[in-house]
């Protein structure tokens, strides 16, 4: 899989902010793109995008509140950073209940945004990292048989190869062998680790 650039999404609908802000970006040699409006970015969206949003909290057609809950239907991981005008803060901060990473208010300092785009550019590299292990944990587990699934399982339960052969009323021997088989697979020899990579699929698992 071709690695994907990350990219400073600019959403705001006045041009000369729009413009100065993404020569400031492209100055600390950041790739940017901008948009006047919420609703063109999300002709533009899909689910590999990396990077951040910087989005204007008011803007016509579809303001900022809007756009967040679009990209939220949709299961956007983007990090968003919320830029407000004055007396906005009450909505910055209901976007980041929803869950936004950041706001700023106007007028802002440049460093001051600067900073809080470097720690959204960081907390995505590290939330697509994390995805990337859990796809590769998904594509191992769909490689093991129905059996080999069935041990696995009793395994990161914590039951002992006997027992598992009790249960399932097989040899120890074959317990062992599908065992062996399992974390042959999942590319482990740790029991301990095979227990981490199971978890970490499973967890916020409805089922």
């Not at 609703?39 to 509140?65: A, S």
């Not at 590769?136 to 699934?149: G, K, N, S, V, Y």
């Amino acid at each position: 899989m071709a690695e994907t650039e990350q990219t400073v999404y600019i959403v705001e609908d006045d041009e000369a902010v729009r413009d100065s802000l993404s020569m400031l970006l492209r100055s600390e040699g950041l790739a940017v793109a901008g948009y006047e409006r919420a609703t063109r970015f999300l002709e533009d969206w899909h689910g590999g995008m990396q990077g951040c949003i910087v989005l204007d909290i008011r803007m016509p057609e579809m303001d900022g509140m809007e756009l967040q809950e679009e990209l939220i239907e949709r299961g956007s991981h983007l990090p968003i950073i919320f830029v407000t005008g004055h007396g906005d803060v009450p909505l910055a901060v209901e976007a980041m209940r929803k869950g936004a990473v950041d706001f700023i208010e106007k007028p802002y300092r440049e460093d001051q945004l600067l900073e809080k785009i470097r720690a959204a550019l960081a907390t995505d590299a590290e939330q697509h990292q994390g995805r990337e292990e859990k796809r590769l944990i998904e594509e191992q587990l769909a490689q093991l048989t129905p059996r080999e699934r069935e041990i696995m399982d009793r395994m990161v339960a914590g039951q002992a190869n006997k027992v598992i052969a009790i249960e399932l009323d097989i040899s120890q021997r074959t317990v062992e062998i599908h065992r062996s088989r399992v974390m042959h697979k999942m590319g482990t020899h740790s029991l301990a680790q095979l227990v981490r990579m199971v978890m970490s699929v499973r967890d916020g698992d409805p089922e």
